[in-house]
């Protein structure tokens, strides 16, 4: 089956400093991958979509300045949180879709624990 | 706005029963609907997806039903075990193609 990976899984960083997520599609190549934010009993929330090669799109009250998402090749997006804040501190998980339009099976990392002191 | 809900409240059984889990959608008419698992600090990872024109699908000891008069899905865990408890969430792509999530319901069964 297609897997997906993150890295780090667990990070934790001083206020004010950038911290980078990557996630990779290890047997596949992804077209399009998806980010999400998920805090404690809470749904998974998308923050933003983004294909290879273009720039991301953000979902509404998303700084796109402050979560910088990169798609540089089908099998690696990253995800910048600049200059965090304690109310940054979440779980951060990546998706992988072979398709551009919505509707195609997303396969999901296992997650990123981000703590800001 | 379009919505996925479920009980948020967590559901406890003995080990043994069926687990019935429920979901339910407002706003918009999903083509289908999908379940995922979820375990702590682990993203989450499919199990079943039914289309809009099927009533029931199962997968082992899983059963999916799709009810678009009632706007519902329903997820039952048969002869539950231990290793079942997780967080279980229900998803379905909204119109704008978004994949949107319930906040999932934690189901404990207990030995």
């Known amino acids: 089956g297609a897997v997906v990976s993150q890295h780090p899984s667990r990070v934790i960083c001083k206020s004010g400093t950038s911290v980078k997520i990557e996630c990779r599609s290890l047997d596949f190549q992804a077209t399009t991958m998806f980010w999400y934010r998920q805090f404690p009993k809470q749904s998974l929330m998308l923050m933003a979509t983004?294909?290879?090669?273009?720039?991301?799109?953000?979902e509404q009250g998303v700084e796109k300045d402050k979560f910088l998402i990169n798609h540089a090749s089908l099998t690696l997006s990253t995800l910048t949180v600049t200059s965090a804040h304690p109310e940054d501190s979440s779980f951060y998980i990546c998706?992988?879709?072979?398709?551009?339009?919505?509707?195609?099976?997303?396969?999901f990392g296992p997650g990123t624990r981000l703590t800001v002191t | 706005s379009q919505k996925i809900e479920q009980n948020s409240e967590a559901l406890n059984i003995q080990e043994g029963k069926t687990a019935t889990l429920t979901c339910n959608y407002t706003n918009y008419s999903p083509a289908y609907l999908q379940w995922y698992r979820q375990d702590p600090g682990r993203g989450p990872v499919f199990l079943l997806l039914?289309?809009?024109?099927?009533k029931e699908k199962r997968k082992e000891r899983l059963k999916v039903t799709f009810d678009t008069t009632l706007k519902q899905s329903l997820f039952h865990i048969t002869a539950s075990q231990p290793a079942d408890s997780a967080t279980y969430l229900c998803a379905s792509y909204n119109q704008g193609g978004k994949l949107i999530f319930g906040q999932g319901t934690e189901l404990s069964v207990k030995p």
């Open positions: 039914i289309r809009e024109n099927e």
């Open positions: 983004s294909n290879e090669g273009s720039k991301a799109t953000y």
């Open positions: 998706s992988a879709s072979l398709g551009t339009s919505g509707g195609n099976e997303q396969y």
